[in-house]
């Protein structure tokens, strides 16, 4: 038995290592990583991560760690760090590493994740025009603004806010820079994001919106940044947060079928190759809480719920249909903001509470049903609208609410039964 072989051990690929574990696989599981470091949590990077580093906490990394390193070992996981997968021999079963190595396999589940999107002009070649996407970016961006007192980030989508959130409390000047008309426009419902952002400038933070910049300029360590209009800065340091593009170039060359993403069916089985899945961020994936035909999500919660899936299809070699609610949760300006389902531009919005005490959830209907919830400093609200938006064919009327005030805890004994009357977290 060849076993099951695993490219890319972050959140994806790790938690199908372990799952696969706990569904009862007794065949050999090969985790491949491009990475030298044990798997780490890629969302304290922005977050608790750069704050600590900033405080030069010496054991921030105890924050990252995502399963103890003596686990792989325990759960007869072979690890092997510093292995890139360069090719994918689909008629032999096997891939190959770019240290020369080779790796058989009856199952192979690609998890390659995703990198930072690049800028669409040549940026100088400065360690002070940072990305963000691992803890070597975390590390760098920390040590790079030791000694910075200006910051531009060129993006305004969750991560970048969020590392500005963290630069700007440990007193730096920040200037966000975003090219649509308003910054986390994906994902975000205007409401919420203009409360984010309010509480943002009343932090000193700049955010400049529908503003697209054109070239990045070093002299003499200090960086300008020319938009169409006029220039921003100097300053010490530009982090560029403008998305990322899914490392699908593998699947593309072995002749697995690519869109923006590797493509599977409901099962997250590559369309072209049963034996092939592809999970997490890299996997472009039929959604029934999407409109569109297909998403994909970059997410924990997504990363890990479709590692356990898989694991599951393979340990007990049955085929379903992949279905869970997609959520989310960032946290910006000490303020915590939790998501379940997902939110649409065309979607109606309607606020449940009151935004000036800073505990409101947005209900966002689509077709007259309740599609999404975002929640701040409402957590209930957030573990409810979980129950209540996990199977779309119930998704709750917009009549209903209405009539209920929309306060979702209305709701809470149509979802709940009396002897499961509890709801997570
Ligand atoms: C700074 C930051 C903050 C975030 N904050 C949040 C948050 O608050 N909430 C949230 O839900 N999500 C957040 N995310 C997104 C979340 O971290 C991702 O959705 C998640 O990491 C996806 O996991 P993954 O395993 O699919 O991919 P990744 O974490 O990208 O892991 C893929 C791994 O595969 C490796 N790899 C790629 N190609 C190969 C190859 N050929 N051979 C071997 N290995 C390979 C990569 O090096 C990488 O280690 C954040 C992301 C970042 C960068």
Redesign the pocket.
């Known amino acids: 038995m060849a076993g099951t072989v695993i490219?890319?051990?972050?959140?994806?690929?790790?938690?199908t290592a372990f799952s696969l574990r706990a569904e009862g696989y007794r065949g050999p599981i090969t985790l491949?990583?491009?990475?030298e470091r044990s798997?780490y949590?890629?969302?304290?990077?922005?977050?608790g991560y750069l704050a600590a580093l900033r405080r030069r906490e010496t054991d921030a990394d105890d924050l990252i760690n995502l399963h103890p390193v003596a686990s792989y070992a325990e759960q007869d996981i072979a690890l092997r760090l510093g292995?890139?997968?360069?090719e994918i021999d689909r008629h032999a079963r096997r891939v190959h590493?770019t240290t020369g190595k080779a790796y058989g396999y009856d199952h192979l589940v690609l998890?390659?994740?995703?990198?930072?999107r690049t800028l669409p002009f040549t940026t100088p070649r400065s360690e002070r025009v940072r990305f963000?996407?691992?803890r070597h970016?975390?590390a760098a961006i920390a040590a790079l603004t030791a000694d910075a007192s200006r910051v531009a980030v060129v993006g305004g989508g969750?991560?970048g806010l969020?590392?500005a959130s963290v630069l700007a409390a440990a007193g730096a000047e920040v200037t966000v820079i975003e090219a649509a008309a308003r910054p986390m426009g994906r994902g975000m419902s205007p409401v919420m994001a203009e409360y984010l952002l309010a509480r943002h400038r009343a932090r000193g933070v700049e955010v400049r919106a529908a503003t697209r910049i054109s070239a990045i300029v070093e002299d003499g360590g200090r960086l300008t940044i020319a938009t169409g209009q006029d220039t921003t800065g100097p300053v010490d340091l530009v982090i560029v947060?403008v998305g990322?593009l899914p490392?699908d170039e593998?699947a593309q060359k072995s002749g697995l079928e690519t869109q923006d993403g590797i493509v599977v069916d409901s099962s997250l089985r590559t369309t072209r190759d049963p034996r092939v899945y592809a999970?997490?961020?890299?996997?472009r994936f039929p959604s029934p809480f999407a409109s569109a035909a297909s998403v994909r999500?970059?997410?924990?919660?997504?990363?890990t719920e479709q590692?356990r899936h898989i694991a599951k299809s393979i340990a007990t070699g049955t085929v379903s249909a992949y279905e869970r609610l997609p959520w989310?949760?960032?946290?910006q300006c000490g303020l915590r903001v939790q998501m379940a389902g997902l939110v649409e531009p065309a979607d109606e919005c309607v606020v449940s509470g009151d935004p000036g005490q800073g505990a409101f959830s947005v209900l966002a209907f689509r077709d007259g049903r309740l599609a999404a919830v975002e929640s701040l400093g409402r957590p209930r609200d957030h573990a409810l609208a979980r129950r209540l938006l996990a199977d779309p064919a119930g998704w709750p009327e917009h009549g209903v609410l209405h009539g209920a005030g929309y306060d979702l805890s209305a709701l809470r004994t149509a979802v709940i039964s009396p002897a499961t009357n509890t709801v997570d977290g």
Do not use: I, Y
């Open positions: 490219v890319g051990a972050g959140h994806a690929g790790a938690q491949l990583s491009a990475e798997p949590q890629r969302p304290p990077l922005s977050k292995s890139p997968v360069s590493t998890a390659t994740g995703a990198r930072a963000f996407r691992t970016d975390a969750f991560v969020e590392a947060g990322v490392n593998l999970v997490g961020d890299c996997a999500l970059e997410s924990v919660q997504n990363a590692g989310f949760w960032t946290e």
